[in-house]
């Protein structure tokens, strides 16, 4: 089937909701979505650590790596999977910006477990 990407967006912020960081967290389908600004663009992804739930909108990011805060499993935010952790990815969403509006289309993939 494919897919209605107008259709599938849904509002979940708004530009002023960007801390001074340029980040958030929202919940997409009952689950915690980072948001976070890199290099200018906005990326949503998972924010619960798949090792073992530390927010990974709180940590360090090294161009579009993010490390978790808790032992710094590195995430690619445009890709979801971790360079070093064979096996280890998070769920990354479809985000645009419609006027001041932040729209994630809700996760329809799968991901696999570490
Ligand atoms: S909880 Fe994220 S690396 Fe351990």
Do not use: K
């Not at 689950?31 to 906005?42: N, P, S």
């Not at 710094?72 to 998070?90: E, M, N």
């Amino acid at each position: 089937m494919e897919r209605q990407p107008s259709q599938e967006y849904i509002p979940v912020a708004r530009l002023s909701d960007l801390d001074a960081r340029g980040r958030t967290v929202v919940q997409v389908d009952g689950a915690r979505v980072a948001i976070v600004r890199v290099e200018g663009e906005l990326f949503a992804f998972q924010d619960t650590c798949p090792h073992r739930e530390g927010s990974l909108s709180e940590g360090d990011l090294e161009g579009y790596v993010m490390h978790c805060p808790l032992h710094a499993w590195p995430f690619d935010v445009r890709s979801g999977l971790c360079p070093v952790i064979r096996g280890a990815r998070i769920r990354v969403y479809p985000l645009r910006v419609v006027g001041e509006e932040i729209q994630v289309a809700p996760f329809s993939g799968r991901v696999s477990a570490p």
